[in-house]
């Protein structure tokens, strides 16, 4: 196997740049011939792997945390260079959704004995998502966090925490307009997902039953006005982890239209992207991924 490590030394806690070197060693005993691509600024990881791409390697393998994976499948969507995984970040949903091991050196073992499966992604306006986009409250959160972006190597996800604590009693929901099968609706929402997969924030099922390979894309409505709307709606999904005991919509489309008549701000894969309004839809089969040979979740049908 012929791979490129497109690495963001500054992911998670700043441990990528210092650890990478074991895992390229556990790699290269596999038998796996290894080039290492190191990010310096915000885009770079999806230029390297563009060029990996453009050299005919088997994969590319996203040292980082799933900002580094979402700026690497820009390059891989609709090619046969594979995505794997190394979590270097502060969240690694995708490796939870896999049930990869945390460990970079152990994740690249699976790696070694893994599989490669070919699942849709997500896209908004121009961007490919993985694993989700998220409107309104989980919006203004990322931008909050962008802000703290300097402590996030140190503190891990407690500048999450901060800036959702923060945020929290003075947000108001929007009157969202959305067009999906032939309908146009609005409603009064604090936050919407649009998953291609189920994990939300690392622990919150918020999508519960998207499978990534469906050719479809899992619609939660969070509906609702106020603070007080959003602690209703919030704790139960604190206690439970998932909304299936909230006030939610759920539904399932393939192409939606966001619109609002204020701007509402949206992130994909954990990372602030812009502003309503923005057209989303689903690309089929665009993407191959090393899954672990032991993965068996319906999650990947």
């Keep these: 196997m012929k791979a490129t490590i497109v690495c963001n030394p500054n992911a998670g806690r700043g441990s990528a740049g210092g650890s990478l070197s074991h895992v390229v060693s556990s790699l290269e005993r596999a038998g796996w011939?290894?080039?290492v691509a190191l990010t310096v600024a915000p885009r770079d990881a999806t230029a390297l792997a563009f060029e990996a791409v453009k050299q005919g390697v088997d994969a590319?393998?996203?040292?980082g945390g799933d900002g580094?994976?979402?700026e690497v499948i820009q390059a891989l969507a609709g090619s046969e260079t594979a995505l794997g995984y190394l979590p270097f970040g502060t969240v690694n949903i995708w490796a939870r959704e896999l049930g990869m091991p945390l460990s970079p050196v152990h994740a690249a073992e699976s790696l070694v004995s893994g599989r490669i499966e070919q699942i849709d992604l997500g896209r908004a306006n121009d961007r490919y998502f993985l694993l989700m986009a998220g409107f309104g409250f989980d919006g203004e959160v990322v931008r909050r966090v962008r802000r703290l972006e300097r402590f996030k190597g140190r503190l891990g996800i407690l500048p999450y925490v901060a800036a959702g604590m923060f945020s929290a009693p003075l947000f108001r929901g929007s009157d969202i307009e959305l067009r999906y099968d032939g309908i146009i609706r609005r409603v009064e929402?604090?936050?919407?997902?649009l998953g291609n997969t189920r994990l939300y924030g690392g622990r919150f099922h918020l999508t519960p039953k998207a499978v990534a390979n469906d050719g479809w894309l899992d619609l939660c409505i969070i509906k609702g006005r106020g603070p007080l709307d959003l602690a209703r709606q919030s704790l139960p999904v604190l206690i439970s982890g998932s909304v299936s005991y909230s006030d939610v919509e759920?539904?399932?489309v393939r192409e939606l239209s966001v619109r609002a008549d204020e701007p509402v701000p949206y992130q994909l894969d954990g990372e602030l992207c812009g502003h309503t309004?923005?057209?989303l839809r689903v690309v089929?089969?665009?993407l191959r991924v090393i899954v672990p040979e032991a993965?068996?979740?319906d999650l990947i049908a």
């Design 33 to 35: 011939s290894i080039d």
């Design 60 to 63: 590319v393998l996203a040292a």
């Design 68 to 70: 580094t994976i979402n």
């Design 189 to 193: 929402a604090l936050m919407l997902v």
């Design 250 to 252: 759920m539904l399932r």
């Design 277 to 279: 309004p923005v057209q």
């Design 284 to 286: 089929p089969k665009a």
């Design 295 to 297: 993965f068996s979740s």
